[in-house]
C-alpha cells in the first residue's frame, strides 16, 4: 500500500514501538523504505548555557543510539534524529521527504489534551499523507 513510511518513535516505558512495527510492516509494499524517527525537543539557550557540553554530548550520543538500535526492529529502516516541537516536526519531515504514510503510537487522551492537544492529534489534523494511529 505504501512506499515511504514514517514511524516516529518514543524511549519510555509506556510505549511499545513493536506494534507500530508490526502495523508499518503490514501497510508497506514490497519495496517500501522505512524511517525510524525520534524527535528531541530543543534547549532553551538560558538552559543550555548552563549545562556542561560535555553532558550535553552524552545526552545526544545515548539518543543516537538508542534510536540506531530502535531502527533495527524494521527490516532496511533509516534512523532519523529531528529536532523541535514533535507535532511540527513529524509534519515537516513527512512534508519535506515525501512520507506517504505516518505510523504513531498514542496515548490515551485526557482532559488536558481538549486544551492542549497531543501529538498524534496535530499530526493527524495536518498531515498531508496517511496517519496510522496505534493505541
Not at 498514542?106 to 481538549?114: A, K, T
Amino acid at each position: 500500500m505504501y512506499k515511504n513510511i514514517l514511524v516516529p518513535v518514543l524511549f519510555d516505558e509506556e510505549h511499545d514501538n513493536q506494534k507500530s512495527y508490526q502495523v508499518a510492516r503490514a501497510l508497506a509494499d514490497d519495496d517500501a523504505k522505512f524511517t525510524v524517527a525520534h524527535v528531541v525537543e530543543a534547549i532553551p539557550n538560558f538552559v543550555r548555557l548552563e549545562m556542561p557540553t560535555d553532558v550535553l554530548e552524552a545526552r545526544h550520543d545515548k539518543i543516537k543510539k538508542m534510536l540506531g538500535d530502535a531502527a533495527k526492529g524494521l527490516p532496511g529502516a533509516v534512523p532519523e534524529l529531528i529536532s523541535g516541537h514533535a507535532g511540527n516536526a513529524i509534519l515537516n519531515y513527512a512534508n519535506e521527504n515525501e512520507i506517504d504514510c505516518i505510523v504513531l503510537a498514542s496515548h490515551r487522551p485526557g482532559f488536558e489534551d481538549l486544551l492542549l492537544g497531543s501529538t498524534a492529534s496535530r499530526v493527524v489534523r495536518h498531515a498531508k499523507c496517511a496517519v496510522h494511529v496505534i493505541r
